[in-house]
């Protein structure tokens, strides 16, 4: 009989007592197992951040277009203008033996082939944005170099007399890949630019239609109660 007596007290008492922090905070640094009003400051600061960088995450890559997006075939057309440059330069760096580094050019082909696909489906055009920029920058300090080069050695002719025909002509063709990866890059960069400024255009717009709607509103429910207690 005590026994059973004292078995309901210790359930009641194990559901009824309220639980501590430590209990409650089943795993240290989890914001989804621990309630609010049992987190200090520092907790609740760094939730609130966490959430943003995974909002900024979240808005990089599903950030699309409401406007389409121009010259899609052409961005193919850059990927098969870059296949012949890369085999080059992978052929030169095979020659020197330095193939690791390579594969850069090869690893930058099926980036562009990746980033034509979605910019094709109009998704993560942030992204696509950031690595036109990328590829912009370092396809101008290539170009620089390259033209260093053939002015120290006063012009193609002397770089023809040196090395012969066929690495005068990959090395002038790889130059050219990285002259139009310029252009390339800066025109998707600013047709990306520009279709995001219009969709954020659009966008306020549309919020600011949507708040003119509701304060004309506002007064037309009001006086039709009035109207109706009356």
């Known amino acids: ?30 914001s989804d197992l621990v309630p609010q009003e049992h987190m200090s400051q520092a907790q609740l600061m ?22 389409p997006l121009p010259a899609k075939n052409l961005y193919l057309v850059r990927v098969l203008l870059l296949v012949v440059p890369s085999l080059i330069i992978v052929y030169y760096f095979i020659r020197v033996t330095l193939f690791p580094i390579g594969a850069v050019p090869l690893v930058y082909l099926v980036m562009h082939m990746w980033l034509a696909m979605i910019y094709r489906a109009n998704r993560s055009v942030k992204l696509v944005l950031l690595a036109n920029v990328v590829s912009g920058v370092a396809a101008a300090i290539m170009t620089a170099f390259f ?26 063709t790889v130059m050219a890949s990285f002259a139009l990866e310029i ?48």
């Not at 006063?154 to 012969?164: A, M, N, S, W």
Request: aromatic content about 8%.
């Open 147 to 172: 033209t260093y080069v053939l002015v120290t050695l006063h012009g193609p002719q002397t770089l023809l007399d040196r090395v012969g025909m066929f690495y005068t002509v990959t090395l002038l």
């Open 46 to 67: 760094q939730l609130q951040a966490m959430e943003e960088l995974e909002q900024q995450a979240d808005e990089f890559w599903n950030v699309s277009s409401d406007y």
């Open 183 to 230: 252009l390339f890059s800066l025109f998707y960069s600013l047709a990306v630019r520009r279709s995001l400024r219009r969709s954020k255009r659009k966008k306020a717009e549309e919020e600011r239609q949507n708040a003119e709607e509701q304060k004309v509103a506002e007064p037309n429910a009001e006086a039709s109660q009035a109207a109706e207690q009356g």
């Open 1 to 30: 009989m005590a026994d059973s007596a004292r078995t309901p007290q210790t359930q009641s008492g194990s559901h009824g007592a309220p639980r501590s922090a430590a209990e409650l905070e089943q795993v240290e640094g989890s």
